[in-house]
């Protein structure tokens, strides 16, 4: 991709799953990569499997105070974000009439509060330097009914709303813009779906299997390179047909 040498790359939720694959996709791209993580034990990982990565920051992305502590110092250590993958994310799959208080509470600390205080650090500091790039991970989810995450889902579709919003507010000198995967193969995926069900999922997808995270990063090195510099404001989806005939509601 034109324009990711040198560039600068924060990743939130960037120690595993499509993060990780992110942080790989940029480092081939000759990217410097910082990941942002609050699992020590996926970061220490993911720093001995990608020993180039600049830095595995530790923070919750839904305590402010970490989130500003957090990308101070990765501006110490690469000097300057020039792109933010805004990728942190939880779900816990449950019937609606079964969500607690503390369990709604606590995916949208993560899923959209968590994302507003990243983007908003992140803007103030690309506003300042006059550029920059910000992409966040949104969901089919978010844009389609999907039983068993109703909080999940929520969060979402407000992540698309914000991102639209920072869009029109930020441009021109800050691109913004959201990724809406499908299903995607990821240890949080694997974690919550059994063989059987994963299986039932492929076969109401057109192509009959669920995306893989690199390719989730692809789409992620793509807009954030300058081959995608007039693209700002809008969703992508990478669902592998899915959501294109109402397959998703079934």
């Not at 579709?157 to 995967?181: H, Q």
């Amino acid at each position: 991709m034109r324009g990711l040498k040198a560039k600068r790359i924060l990743i939130t939720g960037g120690a595993s799953g499509i993060g990780a694959a992110t942080a790989a996709r940029f480092l081939e791209e000759g990217s410097v990569v910082c990941i942002l993580d609050r699992d020590a034990e996926a970061r220490n990982k993911i720093s001995r499997e990608i020993p180039s990565l600049k830095g595995a920051i530790a923070a919750d992305v839904s305590d402010l105070e970490q989130v500003q502590s957090a990308f101070a110092e990765a501006i110490q250590l690469m000097g300057g974000v020039d792109v933010l993958i805004n990728n942190a994310g939880i779900s816990i799959r449950h019937n609606f009439l079964d969500i607690t208080p503390a369990e709604w509470d606590k995916v949208i600390a993560v899923n959209l509060t968590g994302v507003f205080y990243v983007a908003q650090t992140a803007a103030r500091h690309m506003m300042e330097r006059g550029s920059g790039v910000i992409l966040q991970t949104a969901s089919t989810n978010g844009v389609m009914g999907y039983p068993y995450y109703a909080d999940y889902n929520a969060t979402k579709a407000g992540v698309i709303e914000l991102t639209k919003s920072m869009a029109l507010e930020l441009a021109p000198k800050v691109r913004v813009c959201a990724v809406a995967p499908g299903y995607v193969l990821t240890p949080m995926q694997r974690a919550e779906y059994t063989d059987e069900m994963l299986e039932q999922v492929n076969q109401k997808i057109p192509l009959r299997r669920h995306a893989q995270p690199e390719e989730i990063a692809a789409l992620f090195a793509f807009l954030a390179s300058d081959d995608a510099a007039n693209m700002t404001g809008h969703v992508y989806t990478c669902d592998g047909g899915e959501t294109a005939g109402g397959l998703a509601s079934r």
